[in-house]
């Protein structure tokens, strides 16, 4: 098809449930993307923190091509290997329990949420406290525990047990807790709401609270998981352990999965019969994502990670002594972002323009993750590119 055709095709035919911006990409591979004119990016969040390996790693490629040829689905009333190796490989990496698989992180966190609630049910205990800023998901349950009510916007009313407290703020959770109150959830770093860290204090007397009021500690690692903050998940830096967390994302290194990965302690909670996704698991998604941990493992991305995570952070801080308009640099491992005084669109824009993918997330917080393999040398060139956005920019405001 093309381009005009292509348009014309999404402009007809499918719902305009997203802000597009007018490109085509074609190919990807590593962290770069190429578009139908053959242009070249360098992708600086690729897929929206899926392509953790990058764009078509070798690894997850070829575990796909294996794959597809011998068995793609079957129902999940029969058994097959894949996905019990995957459920081995995320538990090696997590803690001693057992996995529920499905296919986005919506879908996980509608499971985290039914497994609280049977947990809770036996004391009539129902409800829910989550994070302002968050956010689980586009279903009504995860919009619902999404704590930013431009996403809840006419879709109410929404489920009455799910309330928020302000991320961070121990004594503002504390004063939430009733004696209806069964679980506890939150992203170890709030992603789409401005790549905001949770505090190591914060989060070790979360788990000292519901070890003590027997609450559910739920993490959303949707995101932070599989590498992206430099350790397989994100728990890992705060010396605790959830009772059960939610994947998505780059487990599949570009195809569709979720898990709920819940403590053996709470494994028993979700019965036969209790809970279901027709796809998840399937053998083909399932070899994928063994493929994902073996690039992980085999190429030390999590070393690099640790490596790269800091020298971005670095690059990003020079940024900031040189330009008035960015206000902090935060972040953890290879999920960092720039909050500035103005709006971040314009700098997205240009960046794109010159051939760098980042994001913009909350309005004014640029949000760059590259892949967990990303070199030294990418990251120099995207801090080019980057820094000639932020100068051509102020050179716009100052002529406007």
């Known amino acids: 098809m093309r381009k005009q055709e292509i348009f014309d095709s999404y402009q007809n035919h499918i719902l305009s449930t997203y802000t597009r911006t007018p490109l085509i990409f074609v190919k990807g591979k590593g962290s770069t993307l190429i578009d139908i004119d053959g242009k070249k990016y360098l992708d600086f969040f690729p897929g929206w923190g899926v392509n953790n390996v990058g764009h078509c790693h070798p690894k997850v490629m070829s ?120 679980a ?97 698991g399937s053998p083909l998604i399932c070899k994928a994502s063994l493929g994902v941990f073996k690039a992980i493992d085999s190429e030390k991305m999590l070393k690099n990670a640790r490596t790269m995570g800091p020298y971005l952070f670095g690059r990003l801080q020079n940024l900031k002594q040189k330009f008035d308009c960015i206000l902090e640099v935060r972040g953890l491992g290879l999920m960092i972002g720039m909050e500035l005084k103005v709006q971040g669109k314009d700098v997205v824009d240009e960046c794109l323009r010159r051939g760098l993918i980042i994001n913009c997330t909350q309005g004014n917080v640029l949000r760059i993750m590259p892949a967990l393999n990303v070199t030294k040398k990418q990251i120099d060139k995207a801090l080019y590119i980057l820094e000639g956005a932020f100068e051509a920019v102020g050179k716009n405001e100052t002529r406007s």
């Open 184 to 280: 506890i959830l939150l992203e170890p770093v709030q992603g789409e709401g401005g790549i905001n860290v949770a505090e190591k204090i914060y989060i070790q007397k979360l788990r000292q609270i519901c070890d003590e009021k027997k609450i559910l500690l739920i993490f959303d690692e949707v995101q932070t998981g599989i590498g992206r903050t430099g350790e397989m998940f994100a728990f890992k830096h705060y010396g605790v352990i959830p009772d059960a967390m939610t994947l998505a994302k780059a487990l599949g290194g570009g195809l569709p999965i979720g898990a709920l990965v819940v403590k053996n302690e709470y494994a028993q909670v979700l019965r036969p019969g209790m809970h279901a996704s027709t796809f998840g």
């Open 63 to 182: 575990a796909v091509r294996d794959q597809i040829g011998t068995l793609i689905h079957i129902p999940n009333n029969f058994y097959h290997p894949n996905q019990a190796k995957l459920a081995q490989e995320i538990i090696r990496h997590s803690f001693p329990g057992k996995v529920f698989f499905c296919n986005s992180g919506a879908e996980a966190c509608e499971g985290a949420i039914k497994l609280a609630r049977a947990y809770g049910h036996p004391q009539g205990r129902y409800e829910i406290i989550a994070m302002e800023k968050s956010f689980h998901g586009r279903t009504v349950g995860a919009v619902t525990a999404t704590g930013q009510p431009k996403y809840q916007e006419g879709f109410g009313p929404l489920f009455p047990f799910i309330k928020h407290v302000p991320f961070n703020d121990l004594n503002a959770l504390t004063a939430a807790i009733t004696d209806k109150t069964v």
